[in-house]
């Protein structure tokens, strides 16, 4: 969810939800104290619009005293002399928020409020104004807020009397105060409820989030790469998490890469160490051969300038293999890409193999199954390098007492396929799909008589595919290994005008 849109659903959750919740709580108080006025003052048929109108309360509370005032008033209007019986009268208007007044003539005889109500009772009405037969009050504003019922009667002199029943406007019955007590603690209870809410959803929206996210960077700055970031909250900070995500997978593969970097330039460097090594102690073994004297005899110093100029030339193979390793990581091969007619190509390439692997042992044989002379764009130089690499790499491990490579050209459609086969010891199933990764080797333990910077058959995958070429290998432990090299045919493409 977004940030924007969580916002505007707190907008209305923190004003509709209060609202909600202070209706249904204001439905149910108001029912609870409706019930408990009805009860306590044997009234029936409380409403809400008389609950709103506490005057009107009042005057359905005071309804039964005033009939009880009238009854008097028709049987026995003396009693309005008896102090006592309007004392209790009085006792019972107290209770309700109402007081009891009792006038003879123009004169004041009794008063239940007990205070004065000169003002009041010079505004109470005149003798004869009461209407008969209804408890309806008259309201007196101004100064003073009453409701006055009013009941006529005449003493036994014959002199006019007028019992007031005085309900003050602005008294608030007990139920009324609990009431709005209630509804004021609930509106508190529910503001501090959603504000809480709200808070808590926000900062699980965001802080937790962003917590997470102060946590991982601190992981990150201690070098500590192995963890997970969650997408979680709104939808930007969790889209930050994602790129968060992405941004700590991609340092953890970048440090890998490194190590494995670091840890493959040591080995090449150990690798081209030894295999050095060998060539410079001869180099060194036949020299101080000559400065002693040891060749003696021309033969002698024809067959330890040749071994020095075969020495010579392993340890420049092997400074060219380094020097284009690191061409290969910095994609700065020098390649020269011209046509080059296949067949002959070959021919010259196999005519030179030809001297090299006689002297070493091995016979060499060329077979061209091509029936016509198809065209390649290719580097020529970079080429006879794959050739050469893995030719070198196939008399490494040749076992047999008759070393044997045979070379095949093939038409397979729009590619010229190469096929070099040896007869060595062949390569594991398991092996064969890592041959051409960078320092990979069948046998774990280096051997010294293989010799090898273990770069060879990478170089040769690297060249191919930046010919648009594929190399593949296959192989069976025992009998030999054979190399395929498939390369683009050139094809000319009619312009039409």
């Not at 509370?61 to 009238?70: G, P, V, Y």
């Not at 965001?206 to 917590?211: A, G």
């Not at 020095?308 to 994609?331: G, V």
């Not at 040749?398 to 086969?421: S, W």
Request: a negative charge; aromatic letters at 8%; glycine letters at 6%.
């Amino acid at each position: 969810m977004k940030l924007k849109t969580r916002i505007i659903i707190s907008f209305f959750v923190i004003i509709l939800f209060p609202l909600a919740l202070t209706g249904i709580a204001l439905m149910g108080f108001t029912s609870y104290q409706m019930r408990a006025i009805e009860e306590q003052y044997g009234i029936d048929g409380v409403t809400y619009q008389s609950l709103s109108n506490n005057t009107l309360i009042l005057d359905r509370i005071t309804h039964k005293a005033f009939s009880n005032l009238e009854e008097t008033a028709q049987v026995s209007p003396d009693s309005f002399e008896d102090t006592s019986y309007l004392d209790s009268v009085n006792g019972e208007l107290k209770g309700k928020n109402a007081f009891l007044l009792v006038r003879k003539g123009k004169e004041l005889v009794y008063n239940g409020s007990g205070e004065s109500v000169d003002d009041l009772f010079e505004k109470l009405p005149e003798y004869g104004e009461a209407m008969e037969g209804t408890d309806r009050g008259i309201y007196i504003t101004a100064d003073v807020q009453a409701l006055v019922k009013q009941v006529d009667f005449q003493y036994s002199d014959n002199s006019g009397g007028s019992a007031f029943i005085i309900i003050q406007a602005d008294a608030v019955i007990p139920q009324m105060k609990q009431l709005m007590t209630d509804m004021v603690l609930v509106i508190v209870l529910i503001l501090i409820v959603t504000s809480a809410g709200l808070c808590m959803w926000t900062y699980r929206g965001v802080i937790t989030p962003l917590n997470q996210l102060k946590m991982a960077t601190r992981q990150i700055k201690e070098g500590n790469l192995d963890f997970t970031i969650e997408k979680s909250g709104v939808d930007e900070i969790g889209a930050l998490c994602e790129d968060f995500e992405e941004m700590r997978q991609r340092l953890k593969l970048s440090a890998e890469e490194k190590v494995a970097f670091d840890k493959e330039n040591k080995e090449l460097i150990s690798n081209i160490s030894h295999d050095l090594k060998t060539p410079i102690t001869a180099v060194k073994g036949y020299v101080e051969g000559i400065m002693d004297g040891v060749a003696d005899t021309p033969e002698k110093m024809d067959k330890y300038i040749r071994t020095i100029y075969t020495k010579a030339n392993e340890m420049d193979r092997l400074i060219n293999e380094l020097t284009f390793y690191s061409k290969i990581d910095t994609n700065r091969i020098p390649y020269t890409f011209n046509k080059i007619h296949i067949s002959d190509y070959f021919e010259d390439c196999v005519d030179e193999l030809s001297m090299e692997l006689e002297s070493s042992g091995v016979s060499l044989t060329y077979f061209n199954y091509l029936e016509d002379d198809p065209v390649v764009i290719a580097d020529a130089e970079q080429i006879k390098r794959v050739i050469n690499n893995i030719i070198s790499n196939s008399m490494k491990y040749m076992d047999k007492p008759k070393k044997a490579i045979n070379i095949r050209l093939r038409d397979v459609g729009d590619f010229i396929q190469i096929e070099i086969e040896d007869n060595g010891k062949g390569i594991a199933q398991k092996d064969l799909a890592n041959i051409f990764d960078r320092f990979y080797r069948t046998d774990a333990s280096r051997n010294s008589s293989k010799g090898g910077s273990g770069i060879g058959l990478s170089i040769v995958k690297k060249i191919m595919e930046d010919h648009g070429g594929q190399v593949w290998a296959t192989s069976k432990e025992g009998t030999g290994t054979i190399m395929f090299l498939a390369l683009r045919k050139y094809q000319e493409v009619p312009i039409h005008e």
